[in-house]
């Protein structure tokens, strides 16, 4: 691979990540609890290919040693990066889980799907 090619693929991680960051911020600021969930999942993958990129994109080597290759970085890949985001992975999916959970149950509690629907509710009982 050459080194103009690694510049591009730089380049479109980071253009991905910022998508996915822009993406993420926008729907957290949103009024609906389903659109945060969203939100708060892309920000999580973004965080995820952050992680990922900083263990130096290489394309076709080992993360693991093996027989007759020198163990440096220019033979084989940082393998832990790839730790770290396995278990950001396993640990954004739990906390996704629970954060639909408490969605649900404030639908079900307060009638609506808005963050502040605690809130609403409450003014309309103080008007009446």
Known sequence: MTPLDMISLEAA????IGVLVFAGVYLVLRARSFDVIL???????????L????????????????????ATLANHTDPLPQALV??????SFAMT??????????????????????DVRDDREAGQ
């Open 86 to 91: 396995l278990t950001a992975i396993v640990i």
């Open 97 to 118: 889980a629970v954060s639909i959970v408490l969605a649900m149950r404030s639908r079900a509690d307060n009638d609506s799907d808005h963050v502040d629907a605690g």
């Open 13 to 16: 991680i980071a253009s991905g």
């Open 51 to 70: 992680i990922f990129s900083s263990g130096r994109l290489t394309v076709g080597k080992p993360p693991v040693l093996r027989e007759g290759l020198d």
């Open 39 to 49: 939100g708060l999942t892309l920000l999580s993958y973004a965080t995820n290919l």
